[in-house]
């Protein structure tokens, strides 16, 4: 679970955020203490009947808020105030920390197991050590009797084809398709004796959450192929650095088939104009919803991929493919389109439209309004109405 930023739009279901200059100590019919928080800080959560203030002091710390038993992490890093029978708790991240909390009337708390929460936020795969990294080109009669050894290893086909043999099993290997096995499963290959084949071999060590690799044989796209060449080049390269670069590029490999975003591809050179049209509609779907975000103060690209049933990178891919735009630079041009339709409306403050754009201030919005479009808002307002 990502530990997220305080902001107005994001916290206002919970409370809100007070800014860091105002002086809480002028809460007087507020209860007062300075809570000293250590990772053995007990595992449980706090409603108050009234509202409670909260300002961090020293170290670094994160605030955990449940909504209908759902939490949400933030970073403890600016005062604010939490609304009556909202259950909260503070933690330390990883270091001493302390903070201020103003309350009144009487309180309840339960049992709730917040640490797991925050300890979720770390890698769950790594990569410890990579044993081979090989890169082979063979004539047609090539014939690898077998081996067995306790790492995981992955075998791409470059170019031809091959057939794999693994614990008395036999796959069918094409050019762009790639094979994993397990620790201690014997494994032996040949090439097809009509044609040459190029392959490339990583074994290495891997320490995962659970069976995380599920499958055996993976078609590969233009981003993973991308990758396996990148650390083709890079295994000729051999500086002090090139170890690190190559396991950098393996754990993004490896974190790719895990989340599914590697699907088979039954004609990847050629796409059918049935699956163009698909991805078109996808796109014009993905507008709508980063528009109708932006209108009520929430855009978030991992929920706008979610609700389109793919991934944020296929997201991010495709969105580029069909508009030269990036997902991030379309969000930031409707926010500013948006904002001049809020202006011109005249419904809301300058104030009232930086906060349900998502702006971290009035300063900052009217600043890049006016770097954009030559005007601070108030101008562009004061010009609306003239005409």
Same mark, same amino acid.
């Given at each position: ?10 916290f206002k279901k ?17 209860d ?6 250590r990772d ?9 009947e009234? $509202? %409670?203030? *909260?300002? &961090?002091?020293?170290?670094?710390? =994160? @605030?955990?808020?449940?909504? +209908?038993? /759902?939490?949400? #992490?933030?970073?403890?890093?600016? $005062? %604010?105030? *939490?609304? &009556?029978?909202?259950?909260?708790? =503070? @933690?330390?991240?990883?270091? +001493?920390? /302390?903070?201020? #909390? ?15 929460? =925050? ?6 795969? /790594? ?8 890169y ?10 077998g ?22 099993e ?7 398709e ?9 494994h ?8 040459m084949?190029?392959?490339l ?56 088939l895990i ?5 088979p ?10 699956f ?16 109708q ?15 389109l ?26 926010r ?16 009232q ?17 006016k770097?954009?479009?030559g ?13």
């Open positions: 679970m990502y530990i997220r930023p305080i902001r107005y739009q994001s919970y409370g809100h955020t007070i800014r860091s200059t105002d002086n809480l100590t002028q809460l007087y019919s507020y007062y203490a300075l809570i000293n928080c053995g800080t007990e595992d449980v959560v706090f409603a108050y009234n $509202p %409670v203030y *909260i300002e &961090p002091a020293s170290g670094i710390g =994160v @605030l955990v808020v449940l909504y +209908d038993d /759902s939490p949400e #992490i933030f970073l403890f890093a600016r $005062p %604010v105030c *939490i609304n &009556p029978d909202v259950e909260f708790c =503070v @933690l330390p991240y990883d270091c +001493d920390f /302390s903070y201020y #909390i103003y309350s009144s009337g009487i309180h309840a708390e339960r049992p709730f197991n917040a640490h797991a929460l =925050v300890r979720s936020n770390r890698t769950r795969l /790594s990569i410890n050590r990579i044993y081979t990294f090989l082979m080109e063979e004539n047609k009669n090539f014939v690898f009797k081996e067995r050894h306790p790492y995981w290893e992955l075998m791409y086909v470059d170019i031809g084809e091959l057939t794999a043999v693994v614990s008395g036999k796959y069918q290997l094409k050019q762009g790639m094979i994993i096995y397990r620790p201690n499963e014997f032996a290959i040949h090439a097809n004796k009509k044609s084949v190029s392959f071999n990583i074994a290495f060590d891997l320490q995962a959450e659970g069976d995380v690799i599920k499958r055996r044989i993976y078609h590969i796209d233009k981003d993973v192929r991308d990758l396996l060449r990148i650390m083709i080049s890079e295994s000729q390269r051999q500086d002090e650095y090139s170890v690190d670069f190559m396991e950098a590029n393996l754990k993004l490999l490896l974190l790719r989340r599914g975003e590697v699907a591809q039954e004609n990847a050179a050629v796409p059918s104009e049935e163009v049209i698909n991805r078109k509609e996808i796109v014009h779907r993905a507008k709508q919803l980063i528009t975000g932006l209108s009520h103060g929430d855009c978030s690209v991992a929920e706008i991929a979610r609700q049933n793919i991934s944020t990178s296929h997201l991010y891919r495709i969105f580029k493919e069909f508009t030269g735009d990036s997902v991030q630079t379309f969000i930031i041009n409707e500013f389109s948006l904002a001049k339709e809020m202006i011109a409306l005249g419904s809301m403050n300058i104030s439209i930086s906060a349900r754009l998502d702006f971290c201030s009035p300063t900052y919005f009217s600043t890049k309004f770097d954009r479009f005007m601070t808002p108030r101008e562009y307002s004061r010009s609306v109405y003239r005409k």
